[in-house]
């Protein structure tokens, strides 16, 4: 419907033959200049960005295996494409790189980018030795040459996409892990579970007409358009009852609205032996991709007259090999590079180099040598034996674990999350259906403006800041690379549910007593919170939560060791909403009844991702 209502010519990336005859006549097409080129690209970038959304974002039963296989060869083709566009633009550049010497060298350079890429590309138009190191003034990127490449008909081109279009699909395309919560029919409760419940919660079990929260869990089945349109009727003035069916919408949207994958620890899977081959569930292309050609230089223009005459060659732009074969005993000088890092990316730690093994569909860090990471200058300079495709890698989980997370809501239907890690304070806001980044804390400096104050979506909030470097979303195996606060599924899951339910009104936060409650109960720190200024430690109570029992716990954060005891005049509940309510004011209360869904689901969605309770 968007896309109808934008009417902007561009085609429906679904629809199969309006995305071949964009791709068709864009072929056909033989204007190829580099500004032109660079205008369609943003197009094409914006159809294989739908088309990941459409792959992250729809649930399960509404997309089948061939759309799914439809979308995944669209993308991969106008990825193709597009990088066989900008080869047919730098051909036509170099055919005429002689009519734009620079006056110093008598060699031409040119820098060209706008906000998706950097077109870097020399021509060695004088062969002269002297002239065999260049360092583009625009961005700072710049090589040294060996002797034998300064003296040769060779251009040096180095594009730097600040988009991934070469690493598998899938690392695009990942959702959020699945916590595995058994059925209901294998939910044992333990002895210690079976306490008297209150009378007002054994009267609602018993009321025909107001269903549990178990049976609206067990009973409801809606799509995520369906809980939309829920949303859409949602009053101010809602009971008790709604109230527990909000619950029993985050239990079924846990399982049909995000796809999620599982955690097992008898999976088997593929192990990487090769020390030199990148594992991409620990390391990530962060800043984009360089691809460092070394190119033949086209015959050039001559002018004759009032004409321009120009050799047309059939073979299109050939790479200029490098090292030769014929090089004596194996041996020959390397290239050094030198890569000004992106203003638009966070690196907390150095980069790892890695080049792209297009034979392997790998990165890998063999050819490389020589790396001089100079932090404050923000560059990187290496040494590599042949002309490749280069990334700068991150470690997936330098932001894991959590120091210290809190959530607290700042207005109706509004709440901040804030996530405090070793390098970083990333704080989101969080407004009806969207959420915004407010902000990013880098030793005491805000960063990443350009990505800031922007009401997304929490699917797009994720890929912005993997993009950004600053990952705070644990992936499907994330818990084999870092040693977590592992928690059962059940109890965490069921934490998230009942805390994005009463989000509206009471603030929560890390305990350090989370780490000692064992796997099958999860503690944080609870507090009314119905103004919009801080929480102080005095407020904070403790309260202990299995998916299955909520209490509250005697102790304090300050306490010197870790007790179940409970609070004195407190009790048992099967819900943190039922447990909260004993202590609630009435105006607290009366803002989780006029909560939205969609606020409700948004907070559940970012505690589902971030999984603070584990990560912490």
Partial sequence: WQHYLSCDGSPDPTVLQEINTFMSLWREDQNEDIHLVMEKGEQVLNLIEKLQFLLLDTPPNEITEKEILQYQESILELQNLLHQKYNGATEHLLKTANMCEDSESGNMQAVIKDKNVTFCIWANLKKKVRFKNHVFCDVEHGFDLPKSLAVSSVAVRILHTHYDHVSPLWLQCQSVPKLEVLDSNELTQHPEDNVDEP??????????????????????????????ENSNIAGINETEEEIEKKS?????????????????????????????????????????VYHIDALQLPPQVKKIKDWNMVELLDVGLEAYTYPPEEAEDGTHPPIQITLRLSDNVMYFKEPVIARWDHAGQQWRTDGISNITYKKQEESITFEMDAFYTIALLQDVHCNMLYQAWELQPTGTDEALLTVTTAFAMIQIQIKGYQCMLSSVVVEEKEVLSHVTGKWISPLDLRAVLKKAGVNIFPGQHSHKYISVNKKAPLAEDRAYQQMALVASAFAFAWSKWNLEAGQEKVVFKVSEHLKADSNEDKDWSLYMFNGQKAQKLKITETSEAFSEELEEDSEFHSTLYHMLKDFASKEAIDKVEAASCLFIDVVYQLLLATRVLTYS
């Fill in 199 to 228: 009378e007002e919660e054994k009267k609602a079990r018993e009321e025909p007409n107001v269903p549990t929260e178990e049976e609206t869990c067990s009973d409801v089945r809606k799509s995520a358009s369906s809980f939309k």
């Fill in 248 to 288: 029993g919408i985050l239990d079924v949207l846990s399982q049909v609205q995000v796809p999620l994958m599982q955690e097992k620890t008898n999976e088997t899977e593929e192990v990487i032996t090769d020390e030199n081959i990148v594992d991409l569930q620990q390391f990530v292309p962060v800043g984009g």
